[in-house]
């Protein structure tokens, strides 16, 4: 396991990289090389926790203050940080962050203001990559095409006041598929997300990946160029997990190189088969 600890002055860029990023910072969550210089493991669990505060925002390449935690590793995997105050004081944020293959949760908050031309934010994001392999029940479709389809139950709250802004997202990827984009919904999120079915191999293992992040921050008034104060919470602490795996064309197992044993359900169609097939034997033996 590797844990980063991270308060010092980065260049603008940086910080406006960081930014743009943030809510979207998952893709490096889930490769974490990117911050630890690793290779990228089959299997790996992130966490990071960042609060963040720059000064004359948006021109200049000025100074600003980041503490960030960094979390990787197999088993699971927590960053905190707690109470952090910048600005003078005049901001204060938390952002923690928990992540265990299959589920994944993460919270922030802001309080206070942002003087003119600053920017104040909290950000959490936890993400895994496991190498999973779909299993047939029926040894004879070893090798042979399929679809799956995830259910990933998402539940949260957004809580805002003043000039407070909380920005959640999250993303759900298998192999060379690309991320599919996880939604949320007003101020309170509770509700399975299904996914379109996205094709795979039976016996053939493949990278599953999910991550989710939430920014709470303190905006200016006036893009920036005018003070703001509120408070801003995004509580997603017990939000992102995979409900169920749901397979086309049999019944089937699905383990990651993890040794986590994911959920699979039957498609409605093969219930519907096997639903017919339970009835037509019910049939053949009333008979006889």
Not at 142 to 148: D, I, K, R
């Amino acid at each position: 396991m590797i844990v980063r600890h991270v308060r010092g002055h980065e260049s603008k860029q940086l910080r406006l990289a960081m930014h743009v990023n943030a809510h979207w910072l998952l893709a490096a969550l889930i490769i974490p090389a990117t911050f630890a210089g690793s290779a990228r493991a089959a299997q790996e669990l992130s966490a990071l926790a960042q609060i963040y505060s720059s000064d004359s925002f948006p021109t200049g390449n000025d100074p600003n203050d980041v503490s960030q935690t960094l979390t990787t590793g197999l088993g699971p995997a927590t960053a905190s940080i707690l109470n952090r105050t910048n600005d003078g004081g005049a901001f204060t944020g938390t952002a923690t962050a928990t992540a265990s293959f299959g589920t994944l949760g993460v919270y922030s908050d802001a309080t206070g203001v942002s003087a003119a031309h600053t920017f104040n934010y909290a950000n959490a994001g936890a993400g895994f990559t496991d190498s999973v392999t779909i299993n047939p029940i029926d040894p004879i479709q070893n090798g042979t095409a399929s679809t799956v389809t995830y259910t990933i139950h998402v539940h949260g709250t957004s809580n805002m006041s003043g000039d407070g802004v909380v920005q959640p997202s999250a993303f759900v990827s298998q192999g060379t598929s690309g991320q599919i984009s996880i939604g949320f919904s007003g101020s309170s999120t509770d509700y399975d997300f299904v996914s379109d079915p996205i094709a795979f191999t039976f016996g053939v293992p493949f990278d599953l990946s999910m991550g989710i992040s939430v920014e709470s921050s303190i905006l200016g008034t006036n893009g920036g160029r005018g003070t703001g104060t509120g408070t801003a919470t995004g509580d997603y602490s017990h939000t992102l997990s995979i409900a169920g795996l749901t397979v086309a064309g049999g019944s089937a197992t699905a383990a990651g190189s993890s040794g986590t044993q994911y959920a699979v359900t039957l498609e409605p169609a093969s219930l519907a088969s096997l639903a017919l097939a339970v009835t037509a034997l019910c049939f053949r033996r009333k008979r006889s």
